[in-house]
């Protein structure tokens, strides 16, 4: 059941793990006249103050999509402005006393000074119980391919749906309840291809620095009048 009160919205177990794909970062400083790193550092500020929201409303575990692995192709100075903001978070996630950060994706072709503080990052926060995965180098294909690789390399000739979840970078958390998605675009972009088989799906015109509190409550609360079958049916259905 879900919980309002004073504005404060608290969830139950129907809610365990929600994900979000924080897009229109751009297009909100441009639609300002600003750069697009503007957008970005807006952007960055705000997925503090959601994360925020959502472990205060009772949510275990929180999953962002910061850089994809198609995100290279962007211009340089806009990915070294998105580099930085990552660095400062690393800093700025140690102080939070309950968040364990999972960095998902390839770290492994990171450049050494980026993935050494994540991994450190990791391990200082690993007794931590909420977790927040950040998706940077992130695709979720890759992700599917990484998980074969590593069934292979451990001697697998066939492999099982429960191996390739347990394979997954996401593997010590249930999937995604609900998967929100700002900026107007109807796509999941490579993001938790393998997760997401039966998540639910939000989609809001509001760019990412402009999805606040109320933005937030309206797709829990929405989320909250779906009915979930997993091909099955529901009780008062049959
Ligand atoms: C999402 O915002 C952040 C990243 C992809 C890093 P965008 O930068 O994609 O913003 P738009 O879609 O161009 O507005
Ligand atoms: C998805 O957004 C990736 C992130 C939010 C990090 P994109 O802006 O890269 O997605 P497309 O290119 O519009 O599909
Ligand atoms: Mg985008």
Not at 164 to 173: A, G, K, L, R
Request: net charge neutral; proline share 3%; glycine share 6%.
């Amino acid at each position: 059941m879900l919980i309002k009160e004073k504005n404060q919205l608290k969830v139950d177990d129907r809610l365990k793990h929600i994900a979000f794909i924080m897009d229109g970062n751009g297009r909100w400083a441009k639609s300002r006249l600003l750069p697009r790193k503007v957008g970005h550092k807006f952007g960055a500020e705000n997925f503090k103050k959601v994360v925020r929201l959502c472990f205060e409303a009772g949510i275990k575990a929180v999953t962002v999509y910061a850089f994809s692995t198609e995100n290279w192709s962007r211009p340089k100075d806009e990915i070294d402005s998105i580099i930085a903001l990552l660095k400062e978070y690393i800093e700025a996630v140690k102080q939070e006393k309950d968040v364990r950060v999972v960095f998902i994706g390839d770290k492994t072709s990171l450049p050494e000074s980026l993935s050494s503080i994540m991994i450190k990052a990791e391990e200082e926060t690993k007794h931590r119980p909420l977790y927040l995965y950040i998706a940077f180098n992130y695709g979720g294909r890759a992700e599917i391919v990484k998980a074969c690789n590593e069934l292979i390399a451990e001697g697998k000739a066939i492999i099982s749906e429960a191996d390739i979840s347990s394979h997954v970078y996401t593997n010590e958390m249930s999937d995604p309840d609900l998967i929100v998605r700002t900026a107007g675009e109807y796509r999941i972009s490579n993001f938790l291809l393998w997760q997401s088989a039966y998540s639910e799906f939000y989609f809001t015109n509001v760019y990412w620095p402009d999805f606040d509190r109320k933005e937030l409550y309206k797709a829990i609360e929405n989320f909250y009048t779906r009915k979930r079958r997993y091909g099955g049916l529901n009780k008062d259905e049959e």
